[in-house]
T-cell receptor
Framework: KNEVEQSPQNLTAQEGEFITINCSYS?????LHWLQQHPGGGIVSLFM???GKKKHGRLIATINIQEKHSSLHITASHPRDSAVYIC??????????FGKGTKLTVNP | NAGVTQTPKFQVLKTGQSMTLQCAQD?????MSWYRQDPGMGLRLIHY???????DQGEVPNGYNVSRSTTEDFPLRLLSAAPSQTSVYFC?????????????FGQGTRLTVV
């Protein structure tokens, strides 16, 4: 079983829809990261969180430490949100583990 | 402030050739790392460094060498390229490499070994 599982693997939405991407992990963590990989390949960090909820613009990330689960929500989705979203449980010695990513396509 | 600069963006090598992927950061980050990304798999750590003169192996180090002579630079060397090293490579840096520090990634290098 992978240490970090994301669902769904692929997600297609219409512009304006509310999006939810899920991440479950089996390792102990002190923080969880959400990353965004653009269609061109570049990766940027969206959130680091260890409890509760964080919000940045239309993006919201939540984490439930007891249930070992995190969600990334996108409100009022837009075609520019199309990307691969990656959940990661970072550690110095392993870098990750990383989820395999959720490919989001938002159609106009 | 350029962040993490990774070169080249694309490279094709013949089996057995060697090459160096360059990575530089201007944020004075202690922790730098190299990952490979393969279809259907998450990012996997190749090597990492916690400071100048200090490097260590990650999850998939075989076939790769690194050095860290300065805080800014962390090159990745492929000694004798093999088709199994066809992948997309990312360099990343962060302050301290701890869980709560944001990681900054380079733009990636798409390497094909034929």
């Amino acid at each position: 079983k992978n240490e970090v599982e994301q669902s769904p693997q692929n997600l297609t939405a219409q512009e304006g829809e509310f999006i939810t991407i899920n991440c479950s992990y089996s390792v102990g963590i002190s923080a969880l990261h959400w990353l965004q990989q653009h269609p061109g390949g570049g990766i940027v960090s969206l959130f680091m969180l260890s409890s509760g909820k964080k919000k940045h613009g239309r993006l919201i990330a939540t984490i439930n430490i007891q249930e070992k689960h995190s969600s990334l929500h996108i409100t009022a989705s837009h075609p520019r949100d199309s990307a691969v979203y990656i959940c990661a449980v970072p550690s110095r010695e392993r870098g990750g583990p990383f989820g395999k990513g959720t490919k989001l396509t938002v159609n106009p | 402030n350029a962040g993490v600069t990774q070169t080249p963006k694309f490279q094709v090598l013949k089996t057995g050739q060697s090459m160096t992927l360059q990575c530089a950061q201007d944020m004075n980050h202690e922790y730098m790392s190299w990952y490979r990304q393969d279809p259907g798999m998450g990012l996997r750590l190749i090597h990492y460094s916690v400071g100048a003169g200090i490097t260590d192996q990650g999850e998939v180090p075989n076939g790769y060498n690194v050095s860290r002579s300065t805080t800014e630079d962390f090159p990745l060397r492929l000694l004798s390229a093999a088709p199994s090293q066809t992948s997309v490579y990312f360099c990343a840096s962060s302050y301290g490499g701890r869980d709560h520090t944001e990681a900054f990634f380079g733009q990636g290098t798409r390497l094909t070994v034929v």
